[in-house]
């Protein structure tokens, strides 16, 4: 068990709606990163926020916004959802130690998300 | 350009026995770290192991370890002794810019490993 956090597990919906994943981060860490993985794309980084700020930005779509609130915990939104958004979603999180030292990023069980 | 490649898709390993899982990267950056994760069927993300590009000696942790050739640009897992538990896919990963607050993981493409008995 990393200690990171991720509801729901699973997810089923159809094209065209809107959908909330959430992520509560280990205790301490301020770091939270979001990641989707799917066959064709494999592991992909989305976005990242530290402490509350967005911090980088990967390929996400502009149909995808994340938000991290002062409890530190974050959020994914997916909207207007496709087939091919079905992936399996994980957020990671870290302590983030300072700009020079590596943070190993403990992942979460993620969230499957089926489109249909 | 593809940041990292892992070319075995999926390998086949004798319990007990050793097993090498490729890795190369590309990055002009010489700041940078590697990292190793195992995915088992469950799905979660298990971090392994990690090298920094600074680093002297080849990182080791329990029965990994990180065969390290800067030059060549390869960061090699060696898993040793394997058993039935270490079947699963595994992950290389690299974090470039460790002077900056960029703490973003880029991935390959993933080995499946499936140790036999």
């Known amino acids: 068990d990393s200690g990171v956090t991720q509801t729901p597990k699973h997810l089923i919906t159809a094209t065209g709606q809107r959908v909330t994943l959430r992520c509560s981060p280990r205790?301490?860490?301020?770091?939270v990163y979001w990641y989707q993985q799917s066959l064709d794309q494999g592991l992909q980084f989305l976005i990242q926020?530290?402490?509350?700020?967005?911090?980088a930005k990967g390929n996400i779509l502009e149909r995808f916004s994340a938000q991290q609130f002062p409890d530190l915990h974050s959020e994914l939104n997916l909207s207007s959802l496709e087939l091919g958004d079905s992936a399996l979603y994980f957020c990671?999180?870290?302590?983030?130690?300072?700009?020079?030292?590596?943070?190993?990023?403990?992942f979460g069980p993620g969230t499957r998300l089926t489109v249909l | 350009a593809q940041k990292i490649t892992q070319t075995q898709p999926g390998m086949f390993v004798q319990e007990k026995e050793a097993v090498t899982l490729d890795c190369t990267y590309d990055?002009?950056?010489?700041?940078?770290?590697l990292f190793w994760y195992k995915q088992p069927s469950s799905g979660e993300m298990i971090f392994l192991i990690y090298?920094?590009?600074?680093?002297?000696q080849n990182a080791t942790e329990g029965r990994y370890s990180l065969n390290f050739q800067k030059a060549r640009k390869s960061a090699n897992l060696v898993i040793s002794a394997s058993q039935l538990g270490d079947s699963a896919m595994y992950f290389c990963?690299?974090?470039?810019?460790?002077?900056?607050?960029?703490?973003?993981?880029?991935f390959g493409a993933g080995t499946t490993v499936t140790v036999r008995a």
């Open positions: 990055t002009s950056d010489p700041s940078y770290g």
């Open positions: 990963a690299m974090r470039e810019g460790l002077g900056t607050n960029d703490y973003k993981l880029s």
């Open positions: 926020y530290y402490n509350g700020e967005e911090r």
């Open positions: 990671a999180s870290s302590v983030e130690a300072g700009v020079g030292m590596w943070d190993e990023q403990f």
């Open positions: 205790s301490g860490d301020l770091s």
């Open positions: 090298q920094g590009s600074y680093d002297q």
